[in-house]
Each structure stands twice: as structure tokens, then as C-alpha cells.
């Protein structure tokens, strides 16, 4: 018996009441997949894509890491932008944060966590941009909350600027890009107002965004 015994039974379990509620589910799912979005999101257990959007398997291409990071030197999510837009033909990529965001609050506090501190050094810079508007905030809270979607802003302004999109752009590829925002508390996703779909309008709408998220917290 394996550590793994409970996890492979809860497995068979599903797979068998899946077959039973419809039997043609696995021969469809193991066809080519055709996907209609990428969702670049966190790594957060609490934040299941699919879930949270009542969408089934197949519907989403899925990347994940700490704190929703888009790197420009990062192979591996460039890899996945690549193969999304190039491969699949997506047209919408959604970039995907979360409040209460244990990532963000790691660089929020600049304490020592070992190698997560350089994976989330971007977002400290982003800190350090903003912190005297930051400090304007009255709780601690909503100081890291804001810092949670301006990390969604900014990450969203990364995608933008990689090669793959300037591409995809140059070649009048109908490619959408949006910021989103998920709530624990509630469930609710919250749209960030960052969508865009060419390089001319990037800076309004980033400017916007930007500013919108002072608007909510600083009364």
C-alpha cells in the first residue's frame, strides 16, 4: 500500500461515475485538443480554473506558477504563450491573480523565503513603484489586495510586449488579452478593465487600470 492509495481509489471512483453519466466523455476528451482560452494563473490549491469558471476539461490550456508570474526570460511560460496563440489559435488569454495572494504577500513583507524571494523580486519592484501611493491605504489588507491587482496589471503588460504577441498582432491575429481577479471569499471574478487586442492602445488602458485600483481603495 502506497501513500497514494486513497488519491488513485478517489480516481477510479471518478473515472467510473464520469463513464456512467456519459460514456462517450473520455473518447471525445482524448481527441485533439481545442481549447478556447489560456489562463496564465497562480498556483494557489484554492484556485481551480475550470471550477471556478463551470467550464469541463478541454475548454481551458492551463499555466501556473507562483503568484501568476508572466517572466519575458521565463522559457517555460513563453513556451506555453507560444504553443497557445501558434498551435491552438487561441484568441483569448486570460491572466489570472487572486486576493489574499501568499506570493505577493512575500513580497509585500520583503522577508527571507529562500528561492521564492527571486521568483517574486518583480513584484517587489512593482512595491516599490507604488509605495507611496500604498501607503494612502488605511489597512494592511487592502494595501496587499491592491498590490494583488497590480501585479495582475502589470503581468498582463508582459504579455503584451513578448515576441509571440507582436506577432500574432503584426498578422492581424484576433488576440484578445484580459486581467482578472479572483475573490476567495466569494467566488466572484473580477475584471480588472485591462482588456486589449493591439499594441496602440496599450498605455491608456494600462494607465487606467493602474489608476482605477487607487480609486477603489483609497477613499
Known sequence: MTSLTKLLERNKNWAKKVSKEKPDFFDKLSQQQKPDYLWIGCSDSRVSENQIVDLPAGKIFVHRNIANQFLQGDMNSNSVLQYAVETLNINHIILCGHYSCGGVLTAFEDSYNGLVDHWVENINIIKCEYQESLDKIKEINDQVNALCELNVIYQVRNIYSSDVVRRAWASDSNLYIHGLIYKLTD????????????????????KNAVNAVFDRYIK
Do not use: A, P, R
Not at 467566488?187 to 494600462?206: A, E, H, R, Y
Open 187 to 206: 467566488g466572484n471574478l473580477i475584471d480588472l478593465n485591462i482588456s486589449i487586442t493591439n499594441q496602440k492602445d496599450l498605455n491608456n488602458v494600462f
